[in-house]
């Protein structure tokens, strides 16, 4: 089964012990990540966008994940020329103003500092369907699902 990298998620109303080896499990397996928090992070404007991303993405690379992630980072114009990221691009779809929630809300705490030490932990490859996009994605949700409240089903994942 493809395994998919995608922002958006559909929030239901309970959570429970789920192990999954990968985000990309959670997404393919599930249809959502209300196991792992049950909070909504994003606007409707990016989810759409990423529903977008995901299908255009999926006719072009369907077998290759890495460029599938490639991709679906490209058309959300988040990469340079020389396909690397642009933290400026990331936080306009993950800062503080965008995600969901009252001004004291958790996520809002934390997610540009996740964005960025996520993007301290990249190879920096250049070049098309580099395993970055895949690496950044893994490594920013791990991080924002481990920081999710224990009431909203924060740590019930093992990644």
């Known amino acids: 089964m493809l395994r998919l990298f995608v922002l958006l998620g559909v929030f ?3 959570s429970y012990q789920y192990e999954v080896t990968s985000f ?5 397996k599930t249809g959502n990540w209300s196991h792992c928090c049950n909070d909504r992070f994003l606007p409707e404007s990016v989810w759409h966008q990423a529903k977008h991303n995901t299908d255009l993405c999926l006719e072009r690379f369907p077998n290759n994940l890495h460029c599938f992630d490639h991709c679906w980072m490209r058309l959300f114009e988040i990469l ?3 396909e690397r990221f642009i933290k400026s691009a990331l936080l306009e779809y993950l ?11 958790w996520k809002k705490d934390v997610s540009e500092r996740f964005v960025s030490e996520c993007l301290q932990q990249l190879s920096n490859s250049s070049g098309q369907c580099n395993p970055d996009a895949r690496s950044w994605g893994v490594c920013y949700w791990k991080k ?8 909203l089903g924060g740590g019930t994942c093992k990644f």
């Open 95 to 105: 800062g503080r103003d965008v995600l969901l929630g009252d001004e004291n809300d």
């Open 80 to 82: 340079d020329r020389k």
């Open 12 to 14: 239901v109303g309970f």
């Open 24 to 28: 990309y499990d959670l997404i393919s």
């Open 144 to 151: 924002m699902f481990g920081a999710c409240p224990a009431e």
